[in-house]
């Protein structure tokens, strides 16, 4: 029997891939429920920042559709880096939350004072 080898960097274009074209499928519908939001953004760009977001989701160990389209949309409401406000990566990174019950737990958790100094986060470098 042959083993097939994989390497670490194939493994990693396979995963890009797969987020790619996870983000194909939910472009449009970004686009429209989220027009404001997205609207001074090109389609590449848009595209890019998908990408980005749902990774950055997939890391926090988020994995089914409604968990990531959830972190998306904060994301896009709230702010980009909504996720590095304490309390909220707290809850993200908790791990004696199932990661299928870390967004429903972040939902719970969020208050109006939360949500506007999440709000407030600054940009990554």
Do not use: C
Not at 83 to 94: A, E, G, R
Not at 98 to 122: C, H, K, Q, T
């Amino acid at each position: 029997m042959t083993l097939i080898k994989i390497r670490r960097e194939q493994l990693e274009k396979m995963r890009l891939d797969r987020v790619e074209q996870y983000v194909r499928t939910m472009f449009d519908s970004i686009r429209v429920d989220y027009a404001q939001a997205t609207a001074n953004i090109d389609d590449s760009g848009l595209f890019a920042w998908l990408v980005q977001t749902v990774e950055r989701a997939q890391g926090y160990g988020l994995h089914y559709d409604h968990d990531i389209q959830a972190f998306v949309a904060l994301a896009l409401t709230i702010s980009p880096w909504f996720d590095d406000y304490p309390p909220f990566k707290s809850i993200l990174t908790d791990l004696e939350l199932g990661s299928d019950e870390r967004m429903a737990a972040l939902f719970r958790f969020m208050e109006d004072v939360d949500i506007e100094a999440a709000s407030r986060m600054p940009a990554r470098d």
